[in-house]
Nanobody, 124 residues
Framework: QVQLVESGGGLVQAGGSLRLSCAAS????????MGWFRQAPGKEREIVAA???????YYNNSVKGRFTISRDNAKNTVYLQMNNLKPEETAVYLC??????????????????WGQGTQVTVSS
């Protein structure tokens, strides 16, 4: 089993920044593919960014150039740096892990483990 705990969410004004963290425990982290998703009320869960065990990255087109996903395998942690946030990006942000991580994955069903999520609220 893998436990994922997100942190770093909060309230920020439009144009502001937040850094989300996802700490993993329970199994070897370095071989996992990781992803950040978000889900707003009444909307489907969507991929924000993903990273393979080797560091290959994927970004939703809507966040390219503003968000950065990274991982620190020594700390069993994946990060999402979010800059120039927009009000429409208000959502619960969830961390996900897949235990076969040679590539990155973009669909929720590709992932085996999920965190509880952290709320990000962007005010206009």
């Amino acid at each position: 089993q893998v436990q994922l705990v997100e942190s770093g969410g909060g309230l920020v004004q439009a144009g502001g920044s937040l850094r989300l963290s996802c700490a993993a425990s329970g199994r070897t982290f370095s071989g996992f593919a990781m992803g950040w998703f978000r889900q707003a009320p009444g909307k489907e869960r969507e991929i924000v960014a993903a990273i393979s065990w080797s560091g290959r990255t994927y970004y939703n087109n809507s966040v390219k150039g503003r968000f950065t996903i990274s991982r620190d395998n020594a700390k069993n942690t994946v990060y999402l740096q979010m800059n120039n946030l927009k009000p429409e990006e208000t959502a619960v942000y969830l961390c996900a892990a897949r235990n076969s991580g040679s590539y990155y994955y973009t669909r929720p069903e590709d992932y085996n483990y999920w965190g509880q999520g952290t709320q990000v609220t962007v005010s206009s």
